[in-house]
């Protein structure tokens, strides 16, 4: 009786978990440069007094979907969608350096370089600042060229691109960020952008729409399992207690 309780809670527990990534997963569907949450489930024996004969399933987060998202053209100079694995370079409000594949930007009141959140961008020596009332340009390297009325462009800096060793080498944090276990990554010369475009979200939201009807199917059958479970148990009482 009790193997069918752990078995159908664990089951029910492993559901709602899967619930949660892919709803959030669903939530982002729209946002620029978000990658996909992948999970898996591991099983971890119960300890106690006797042979361990009882597992509960638990969560593992095995990283994120690397995949490519679609470029969406926009024809903003201040756009731009990373290509291949590489990612960009930002400062985050913990001023450690993370990345992120979002490629919206701006130059906020003190003409610093950031993204649409506020977050400064990275250069290779730091934050970049461009001249006030200047037309910015981002070659295709990372290059900024920012051009004054009257002026020939000048550069002013270049986008920190860097390319993980691993498809999995970079871990989400709370602030939707990545960062690398082993500290900041160095810049790969090789990395390139494309400018005028966006990355958008590596969420399928049919996959996703499915997948969610799945693990809700799977959490209504661990329930009605938990259900037998008790009305064997209120049966064997009943005996017992007849006897």
């Given at each position: 009786?009790?193997?069918?309780?752990?078995?159908?809670?664990?089951?029910?527990?492993?559901?709602?978990?899967?619930?949660?990534?892919?709803?959030?997963?669903?939530?982002?569907?729209?946002?620029?440069?978000f990658?996909?949450?992948?999970?898996?489930?591991r099983?971890?024996?119960?300890?106690g007094?006797?042979?361990?004969?009882?597992?509960f399933?638990?969560e593992?987060?095995?990283?994120?979907?690397?995949?490519?998202?679609?470029?969406?053209?926009?024809?903003?100079?201040?756009?731009?969608?990373?290509?291949?694995k590489?990612?960009?370079?930002?400062?985050?409000?913990?001023?450690?350096?993370?990345?992120?594949?979002?490629?919206?930007?701006?130059?906020?009141?003190?003409?610093?370089?950031?993204?649409?959140?506020g977050?400064?961008?990275?250069?290779?020596g730091?934050?970049?600042?461009?001249?006030?009332?200047?037309?910015?340009?981002?070659?295709?390297?990372?290059?900024?060229?920012?051009?004054?009325?009257?002026?020939?462009?000048?550069?002013?800096?270049?986008?920190?691109?860097?390319?993980?060793?691993?498809?999995q080498?970079?871990?989400?944090?709370?602030?939707?960020?990545?960062?690398?276990?082993?500290?900041?990554?160095?810049?790969?010369?090789?990395?390139?952008?494309?400018?005028?475009?966006?990355e958008?979200?590596n969420?399928?939201?049919?996959?996703?729409?499915?997948?969610?009807?799945?693990a809700?199917?799977?959490?209504e059958?661990?329930?009605?399992?938990?259900q037998?479970?008790?009305?064997?148990?209120?049966?064997?009482?009943?005996?017992?207690?007849?006897?």
């Open positions: 009786m009790d193997r069918m309780i752990y078995l159908s809670m664990a089951g029910a527990k492993a559901a709602m978990q899967r619930q949660d990534v892919l709803s959030h997963n669903l939530a982002n569907v729209t946002t620029n440069g990658r996909a949450e992948l999970q898996a489930f099983a971890v024996p119960v300890r007094d006797g042979a361990s004969t009882r597992a399933a638990l593992t987060t095995i990283g994120y979907n690397d995949a490519q998202g679609p470029l969406t053209p926009t024809g903003r100079n201040l756009d731009v969608a990373m290509q291949g590489s990612w960009l370079a930002v400062q985050g409000l913990d001023g450690t350096e993370a990345y992120t594949r979002a490629g919206s930007l701006d130059v906020n009141a003190e003409g610093l370089l950031v993204m649409r959140n977050l400064p961008v990275l250069g290779d730091g934050p970049i600042n461009v001249p006030p009332n200047s037309e910015v340009a981002i070659g295709s390297d990372g290059t900024i060229s920012a051009k004054q009325p009257n002026q020939r462009p000048t550069t002013v800096g270049r986008l920190k691109l860097v390319t993980p060793e691993t498809t080498a970079l871990t989400r944090g709370e602030d939707g960020l990545f960062r690398a276990a082993e500290g900041d990554l160095p810049a790969d010369p090789a990395a390139r952008l494309q400018d005028g475009a966006l958008g979200s969420v399928s939201p049919v996959e996703t729409m499915v997948a969610m009807i799945a809700g199917r799977q959490f059958q661990q329930m009605k399992l938990l037998i479970a008790q009305t064997q148990g209120q049966q064997s009482a009943k005996l017992l207690g007849s006897t």
